[in-house]
């Protein structure tokens, strides 16, 4: 046992055996813990001022978050900055070609209430505009700092296209150094223009734009000619637009922004970003079109061919981040029907799976990615030849015994050729048929690769 340090107790002269210095929780170690009252009142003071001085603090900064707010709206930023004497902007430039035809102000310029203290977005302002749905194209253009999300829905009650902006900013000044328009460019080219200037933290305004597409006539298709936009740092955000609108042509341009369409008909589709990713459930027609970089793209296609000759085309690229594709191949005639896939990507998994197509539907699928797994699975009604590489490994090329999708009894005939990390052959449902025109090329490098038939 060694012996145990005495301490005195200033207030009671009492010798004790421990002090704590913490206020409350006993300590773990207290052998005979004596009552300190008075050292508690004092603990309990202390805490006390503790708590009024947190709140103090925080009245403060509530005090003062509200005479900054309304000293800003009263005599405005640059009075308080006192850097930017200046609010005056000069107009936007907006792009050759482009007619502005109607900028309507602003309504209803809204301060967020209960959000003084949010640091950005402290007013709101609403426009809204009307385009001809029966325009040759219908677009968006956006030029300079503009930014935000778009969005298209299906509406009801207007005939037209009804366009809907929203504006947020943090500066009141703001909303005057852009503008936002109806445009023409050419004949029956109707669109929205948002032209902002470069970007600086005291003009930034966040859109956030819907495009009401109406109803068609008595519940039938709406059929919109051509939709464009070439709207950088604009999100873009397509509803479930499958059953009730087909687009001739749609075409959405971004950069750094994502593109997510929920569903979608088209002939014609083609959809461009960088750096984000693309994804969504479409059923074209004629052709489809998806290309990022550095994202990853996620899409389930239908690829609807007419079968009268002319091949209906898919097109996915990326870099650096993987692609699935989840495809289905239909035919206006329940057989036929012509293909041409290719989707590529690098340095990641590529995953390609057709899990429907007419007997025999003329196919051809490029897959292409390096250093990531490729799987690639096509449906068991192909015919024609594969070729696969990759690199070290060796590749492997699987099929089942299905049935005869035609009924007529017939087994299949498979021929593959290996050669190290490379195979190829051929694969049909018959001997007398003419030689299909199927043609399948899988390629990666130092991973492995996989293709089904
Ligand atoms: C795809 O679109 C075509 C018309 O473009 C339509 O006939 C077909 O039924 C659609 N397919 C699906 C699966 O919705
Ligand atoms: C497929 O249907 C189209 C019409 O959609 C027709 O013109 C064509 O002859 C048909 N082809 C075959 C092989 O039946």
Request: hydrophobic share 35%; with cysteine; net charge negative.
């Amino acid at each position: 046992m060694s012996p145990q340090p005495i301490y005195l107790d200033e207030k009671s002269d009492e010798p004790i055996t421990h002090i704590t210095h913490a206020c409350g929780g006993p300590a773990e170690d207290v052998a005979e813990p004596t009552p300190l009252v008075p050292d508690r009142r004092k603990c309990r003071r202390k805490k006390l001022r503790f708590l009024a001085a947190i709140f103090l603090v925080w009245l403060g900064f509530k005090l003062w978050s509200y005479l900054r707010f309304e000293f800003y709206n009263r005599y405005g930023y640059h009075t308080v900055a006192g850097v930017e004497n200046t609010a005056v902007f000069e107009d936007p430039p907006v792009p050759d070609g482009v007619e502005l035809v109607e900028c309507p102000g602003w309504q209803g310029t809204d301060v967020l209430m209960g959000r003084h203290f949010a640091p950005h977005d402290r007013f709101t302002s609403y426009a809204s505009f009307n385009l001809p749905v029966d325009s040759d194209k219908l677009f968006v253009l956006a030029r300079g700092s503009a930014a935000g999300a778009l969005k298209v829905r299906q509406g009801s009650g207007s005939e037209d296209v009804k366009v809907e902006v929203e504006a947020r900013y943090r500066f009141e000044e703001a909303i005057d150094s852009v503008k936002v328009c109806t445009v023409k460019r050419g004949e029956g080219e109707n669109g929205l223009g948002i032209f902002g200037p470069e970007w600086s933290r005291r003009n930034f305004v966040r859109f956030e734009i819907t495009f009401y597409l109406p109803e068609g006539e008595k519940g039938s298709v709406l059929d919109v000619k051509s939709f464009e936009t070439d709207a950088p740092l604009f999100a873009h955000d397509i509803g479930d637009l499958e059953r009730s609108v087909h687009f001739d042509d749609i075409n959405l341009k971004s950069a750094n922004t994502p593109i997510f369409v929920k569903s979608l008909r088209a002939d014609n589709a083609a959809f461009e970003t960088r750096n984000s990713p693309i994804s969504g459930e479409f059923n074209v027609s004629s052709s489809l079109t998806l290309i990022t970089a550095n994202a990853r793209i996620d899409a389930k296609v239908n690829l609807f061919n007419e079968d009268d000759g002319d091949s209906t085309n898919l097109v996915i690229k990326t870099s650096n981040a993987r692609v699935k594709g989840a495809l289905k191949l239909e035919s206006a005639n329940k057989s036929g029907g012509q293909y041409q896939v290719s989707a590529s990507t690098s340095n990641a998994a590529l995953d390609l799976k057709i899990s429907e197509a007419p007997v025999r539907h003329a196919l051809s699928l490029d897959a292409d990615t390096s250093l990531g797994p490729v799987l690639v699975q096509v449906h068991p009604t192909y015919e024609g030849t594969f070729d696969v590489a990759t690199s070290l490994l060796r590749p492997e090329i699987v099929w089942k015994g299905v049935e005869d999708p035609e009924g007529k009894g017939r087994r299949r005939k498979v021929e593959v050729h290996t050669d190290g990390s490379r195979a190829s052959g051929r694969i049909r449902w018959s001997d007398e048929d003419p030689e299909s025109p199927g043609k399948i090329n899988v390629k990666t490098s130092l991973a492995p690769l996989r293709l089904e038939l």
